[in-house]
């Protein structure tokens, strides 16, 4: 568990996961036998191991959870199973949980003499450094990480290796490096046939608290290039002649992952890219680095060379290539501004020379940048819950967007992590709207009537909130919730971006910024992205009503002052009508929702939701 104290009545609080893929383990893998090379760095697009190399039970992938791996894309095993909650008998004591178990390998006609190792590195989760840029949990001292062979003469698994819980902190200490490597020499002759395969375990222990929703997935373990071939030396870490992308591809904006496609700016885009490369041998390297920026239909709309450059080699000393043009591209390529939602691909390449290295997967990766309804700072992935603590019965936490243009507020989509006996879903919660005035929530300008409770769909699933009535904004605005009591409500939270300055929370008198790197899985969600849930206002609330509704020739505001501005817009957030006074022709508009805004004076009325009928 992370924890940073801010003040003396409430913290912020990073909790791990509890959400996974996962599957029973089983006894060995059973499919066609894999020849050496036996070899996964993990980099190919997808959230489980691939099934030609593994039978999987439980592991995910993932890009962002390894803190700089050898390469892209990480193994990790951790507490949970395939339906999002704590594998059965998961207690305080120690109990088992992943297996990341290989194919069967083609070892028959292969002996000791052959020089057969298996190596990989292995990463506790947890981090390193200050607490709050940890990701993830770290293993305790109980816990553990296993490697197995199997024996297919009597069916047996056979431990060969094992490391017990610990934190980087202590392995960068006693090595230098975070990450381990880790070679395993096959000398049995009773794993030469093609039945031998091999497995990763871990054992697992979730810590003890009293305060509800707090408890979780834990004790994270990575792993990455897996390489199981003969005629290798297991003393010493090797050379690898490969050339690889080590963080995952960023965003081309500036600030956000995602944003509305009518909210989108030329000026919203990047100067230029961070790209972290790795040249795994043990000399420079010449590699050539490229982007294109790829349209929906497949047409390259732009593309980028960055040339030529030497790559250093990573070890000893930990380097990555630090060349401008390979390192921090310019970013020569603005999205066209328009209404209309849109989807690219940004396609990354690193290869060494003109003909590439040992392993291709590696040397490629994706983007898919978004321009829909939606505003999004993190990628994504939840790689801890966040919450609030505190002695108050109320907290209230708000995060900031700063939007171009006029629009319609919808909907908001959120990603709850689950908790131990899924404690988080019973804690109420009212989503609130509020204007920004000097960075910080002030006026609020919309809340819920009643209080909603999250919908736990599961990891990096993202439930779709639609507000009770559509809310016209501009400018800064913070979107969140009013919490009715003090549990945790364990909300998604990604490490890999950092949008701590427009997070704030409120458990007294004034607000507070955060402190914890990373973004919310929060996203406002405008125009179209959810009618279901819009309801009209009741007059008594804010004196103010449409008649007829369903309307076909002309809509009467009922409550409305003469010279009030009255403007309809459609569900992409478009104005399509407008007038001075109370009543509006209709007749020229398509049947459909629309939202109705009116103004009084400087005064913006919460609008309501009108259905053309002709």
């Known amino acids: 568990m992370l924890c940073a104290g801010l003040t003396l009545q409430a913290q912020e609080v990073l909790v791990p996961l509890q959400w996974g893929p996962a599957v029973r383990p089983g006894t060995k893998a059973v499919a066609d036998t894999v020849r050496l090379p036996f070899f996964d760095d993990f980099a190919k697009a997808g959230a489980l191991p691939t099934g030609e190399l593994w039978d999987n039970h439980g592991v995910t992938i993932g ?84 490697l197995e062979f199997y024996r297919a003469a009597d069916s047996a698994w056979v431990p060969v290796w094992s490391r017990g819980g610990t934190e980087v902190d202590s392995l960068v200490a006693a090595t230098g490096r975070a990450w381990q490597y880790v070679a395993v020499a096959i000398t049995d002759t009773a794993f030469f046939n093609d039945g031998f395969a091999f497995r990763f375990r871990n054992l697992c222990s979730v810590a003890a608290t009293s305060k509800p929703g ?17 005629g290798r030396t297991s003393v010493g870490v090797p050379e690898f002649r490969d050339v690889a992308f080590v963080a995952p591809a960023p965003s081309l904006l500036a600030h956000y992952q995602a944003m509305p496609a009518r909210q989108y700016r030329q000026s919203e885009m990047a100067a230029g890219l961070e790209m972290t490369i790795a040249n795994l041998y043990g000399s420079p390297l010449a590699t050539q680095y490229q982007y294109a920026v790829v349209g929906a239909g497949g047409d390259t709309l732009y593309r980028y060379d960055g ?35 849109r989807e690219y691909t940004i396609v990354h390449t690193v290869r060494e020379g003109v003909g590439g290295d040992m392993h291709g997967d590696n040397d490629t990766m994706r983007f ?12 994504g992935t939840a790689e801890n819950g966040y919450g609030l603590t505190s002695t108050a019965s109320r907290v209230y936490l708000a995060y900031r967007f700063d939007l171009n243009a006029e629009d319609t507020l919808t ?31 002030r006026e609020v300008l919309y809340r819920d009537h009643s209080g909603r409770r999250p919908v736990i769909e599961g990891l990096d699933g993202f439930h779709r909130y639609a507000l009770e009535e559509a809310v016209v904004v501009g400018d800064s605005i913070f979107v969140g919730f009013e919490q009715a009591n003090n549990y945790f409500i364990n909300l998604g939270f990604d490490r890999n971006g ?49 008649y007829p509704n369903p309307a076909d020739e002309y809509v009467q505001m009922e409550g409305v002052a003469a010279d009030a501005e009255v403007w309809v817009y459609d569900m992409n957030g478009k104005k399509v009508a407008g007038a001075k006074g109370n009543r509006i022709e209709t007749r020229g508009l398509p049947g459909g929702v629309y939202v109705v805004r009116c103004v009084d004076g400087k005064k913006a009325v919460v609008a309501k939701k009108l259905i053309i009928k002709h």
């Open 498 to 546: 950092d949008a701590s300055d427009r997070i704030c929370y409120l458990t007294g008198t004034e607000w507070q910024q955060s402190i914890l790197r990373g973004a919310l899985m929060m996203r406002p969600c405008f125009g179209a992205a959810a009618t279901v849930g819009i309801e009209e206002r009741r007059a008594e609330n804010d004196g103010w009503s449409l």
């Open 368 to 379: 898919r940048q978004v321009l829909a309804d939606y505003y999004a700072y993190d990628d």
């Open 411 to 441: 909907a908001l989509d959120m990603c709850f992590n689950r908790s131990l006996n899924g404690e988080n879903e019973d804690v109420p919660f009212y989503i609130t709207v509020w204007r920004c005035e000097n960075g910080v929530p």
């Open 63 to 146: 890009n962002g959870a390894g803190l700089l791996p050898p390469t892209v894309g990480v193994a990790t095993l951790d507490a949970v199973g395939a339906d999002g909650r704590l594998y059965d008998g998961a207690t305080a004591g120690v109990f088992g949980a992943d297996t990341l178990c290989s194919q069967a390998l083609a070892l028959g006609g292969l002996g000791p003499e052959d020089s057969v190792v298996l190596s990989f590195y292995y990463l506790p989760g947890g981090g390193w450094g200050d607490l709050w840029l940890r990701i993830g949990d770290a293993p305790e001292t109980g816990d553990s990480l296993m």
């Open 214 to 230: 707090l408890a979780g997935n834990c004790d994270y373990w990575h792993l990455d290039y897996v390489l199981v071939d003969q």
């Open 307 to 341: 040339g030529f450059e030497n790559a250093p080699a990573f070890l000893p000393d930990g380097s990555y290539q630090t060349a401008q043009a390979h390192a921090a591209p310019a970013v020569g390529y603005a999205f066209p501004e328009g209404e209309q939602q």
